[in-house]
């Protein structure tokens, strides 16, 4: 590895499962439901010569062969000119590279098959839990079992292939995010004996779209704050302008859990900070055809560099500080977090964060599909390994099937305990 002290970090991490598919990037999608053969190799060809290039993370798949995992794949897309068979064995085989900011997407995919499931659950104690729903017999709390009389966890490990992770946390959390995995109709089987049908509808959705806006709150002298995403740029500005306008508090709380990212808040991180702080370690490809002559063609050499301390400057807030974080903070909102965990200038609570940020390459492909690729792997500034990981909070709070059902919120009634209590005496 060659290590190169380099002026600054990147500032952008894009995020969001599959960000790569924001509408701003891609061209309209086309309407042909089959691709000629000369499409489909061209396509595939295009995707081999950027994992090449620019793909950031080798030391996550050390046992990854991509010429053999590129053969079978050119292999099962020759033999059909199927465009949904096309797009899913695509899926496939960039999801082998297991990596959370990585992965291929088809808006004509998501046009035709994506419609909505109306709810959202995740995995708690090897539960399915549902988290959010429209569905009017399916509410929030109630354990999902089965699917069309397949077990839920068999039916996930069918779909789990086409899921881009960079470990298997994330990957179960966001099952859920890709309603076209799923029958347009079928029968969710519950714990309680009950059966609900469902038949999907409306428009794709971006998780977190629902959100139009953060959340605040000043009450009793706590202000609470819930960011929702760093994508687009309002809601950090938003923040920014919750905190420029606080007065007389004794405490902040900055609620980051479901953030799936965005872009890296550095003028947020900047408005809290008391103290010197920094941002990750991070690595990036160096493809240049000299060092893989030196060192093996199938050599992944790669530039490194330690963040620069950044000092304080008129925080906007400095008093106490509480990050509330879950495993749905991920990307940019975990860019956020790793300063603070780093110089402890918040307590951070709730439970261990996704694992995975990197400033991703994004390449239009045709009629609306697209390729993402994290070209940056990061660590924490001691150098210690983060993907895949995550962060840790300071003190761990876990929330369970009944607090979800009951609406309890645990993490944040340790929070308002721990503001009880004071600093002085914590």
Not at 176 to 192: A, H, R
Not at 355 to 373: C, K, V
Not at 387 to 412: C, F, Q
Request: hydrophobic share 35%.
């Amino acid at each position: 590895m060659l290590l190169l002290p380099l002026p600054m970090r990147c500032l952008l991490t894009i995020s969001a499962a599959f960000a790569l598919l924001i509408t701003s990037l891609q061209a309209a999608a086309g309407s042909e439901e089959q691709l000629s053969l000369t499409r489909r190799v061209v396509i595939a060809s295009q995707i081999y010569s950027a994992i090449q290039l620019y793909f950031g993370h080798w030391k996550g798949v050390p046992d990854f062969d991509l010429d053999k995992e590129y053969r079978a794949y050119v292999e099962q897309i020759i033999s059909s000119d199927d465009r949904r068979a096309f797009d899913f064995a695509t899926m496939d085989f960039v999801a082998k590279l297991q990596n959370g900011h990585s992965g291929f997407g088809d808006k004509w995919l998501r046009d035709n098959f994506g419609q909505r499931l109306g709810f959202d659950a995740i995995l708690v104690d090897g539960q399915w839990v549902v988290t959010r729903s429209s569905v009017t017999q399916l509410k929030v709390g109630d354990i999902l079992t089965s699917i069309d009389g397949q077990s839920l966890e068999s039916f996930y490990r069918q779909q789990r292939k086409y899921i881009g992770a960079s470990d298997e946390r994330w990957r179960r959390r966001t099952l859920f995010e890709y309603p076209y995995l799923f029958p347009e109709q079928f029968d969710l089987g519950l714990s309680d004996g009950r059966t609900v049908h469902i038949t999907r509808s409306g428009e794709f959705q971006w998780p977190g779209s629902e959100y139009a806006a953060n959340e605040t709150s000043v009450k009793e002298g706590i202000a609470w704050i819930h960011i929702p995403a760093f994508s687009p740029r309002r809601f950090e500005d938003s923040a920014v302008e919750f905190l420029r306008n606080l007065t007389n508090v004794q405490a902040l709380v900055l609620d980051l859990r479901g953030n799936h990212g965005g872009s890296t808040p550095q003028t947020l991180v900047r408005s809290l900070m008391d103290r010197p702080y920094k941002f990750f370690n991070e690595s990036t490809p160096a493809t240049i055809g000299l060092w893989q002559v030196w060192n093996g063609i199938d050599s992944h050499t790669e530039l490194s560099w330690q963040p620069e301390v950044e000092r304080p400057d008129k925080p906007l807030y400095s008093g106490p500080l509480y990050l509330l974080i879950d495993g749905g903070c991920f990307s940019a909102c975990e860019d956020a977090v790793v300063s603070f965990k780093d110089n402890h200038r918040a307590t951070i609570i709730g439970e261990q964060t996704a694992g995975s940020t990197g400033q991703p390459y994004f390449r239009e492909l045709e009629d609306g599909m697209a390729i993402q690729l994290s070209t940056k792997r990061e660590y924490f500034p001691d150098g210690s390994q983060f993907e895949g990981i995550g962060i840790k909070p300071d003190i761990e709070v876990h929330t369970t099937a009944e607090d979800i059902r009951s609406g309890r919120d645990p993490v944040m009634a340790r929070a308002l305990k721990l503001i009880a209590i004071g600093p002085t005496k914590q």
